[in-house]
């Protein structure tokens, strides 16, 4: 079963703006990451937030963690163009539970 | 250093043949994943191995599903008596043996059974 759920599934707007992703999850986690996937193509690792971490930076790039109920958010500041792609979170336990457990995506559009 | 390596890109096959998906990780990872990914929907998990072992096969069917990871040579993610409902986008990733958090992701197989 799927473990995260973004919202909002499309995001459009105009370049410039700002774009916020949510997601949330069910059980208990050791991390949650997110990823971009241009369309047809492969994943690429945007940002990782262990549990014990509230808000991550990473140039345009912000993320919250809320444990307590159980949600994150992604902001892109200053939309490009180029940010057109869909954004997952994924999850991953502690201990040896390694596997990443995938929400369905927000698909994003620029527009310039 | 490249990136994780997956092949062929594209694979097509007819329903009752069987598919095989190559994954090289990227140099010095030991720790492979496969996802499948099918059209709008997100990833999920088939199985996690190390070097010749199986750690996870959790989510992979317990029928017509196989996959390795040899000594020597790529991961391989064997599909047999495929299926039209096998078609989906099949990804590969790895991660360091001591940074064992983050997954880099191969460009991923697009399987298309006829």
């Not at chain 2, 140099?27 to 190390?50: A, D, I, N, T």
């Not at chain 2, 986008?89 to 001591?98: D, H, L, T």
């Amino acid at each position: 079963s799927q473990q995260g759920e973004e919202d909002p599934q499309a995001l459009s707007i105009q370049e410039g703006e700002n774009a916020t992703m949510n997601c949330s999850y069910k059980t208990s986690i050791n991390n949650l990451q997110w990823y971009r996937q241009n369309s047809g193509r492969g994943l690429v690792h945007l940002i990782l937030i262990r549990s014990n971490e509230r808000e991550k930076h990473s140039g345009r790039l912000r993320v919250t963690l809320d444990t307590s109920k159980k949600s994150s958010s992604l902001l892109i500041t200053a939309s490009r163009a180029a940010d057109t792609a869909s954004y997952f979170c994924a999850t991953a336990g502690g201990g040896n539970n390694r596997k990443l457990i995938w929400g369905l995506g927000t698909s994003l559009a620029v527009n310039p | 250093n490249a990136g994780v390596m997956q092949n062929p890109r594209h694979l097509v096959r007819r329903r009752g043949q069987e598919a095989r998906l190559r994954c090289s990780p990227m140099k010095g990872h030991s720790h492979v994943y496969w996802y499948r990914q099918l059209p709008e929907e997100g990833l999920k998990f088939m199985v996690y191995l190390q070097k010749e072992n199986i750690i996870d096969e959790s989510g992979m069917p317990k029928e017509r599903f196989s996959a390795e990871f040899p000594k020597e040579g790529p991961s391989i993610l064997r599909i047999q008596q495929v299926v039209r409902g096998d078609s989906a986008a099949y990804f590969c990733a790895s991660s360091y043996r001591e940074n064992q958090e983050t997954q880099y992701f191969g460009p991923g197989t697009r399987l298309l059974v006829l």
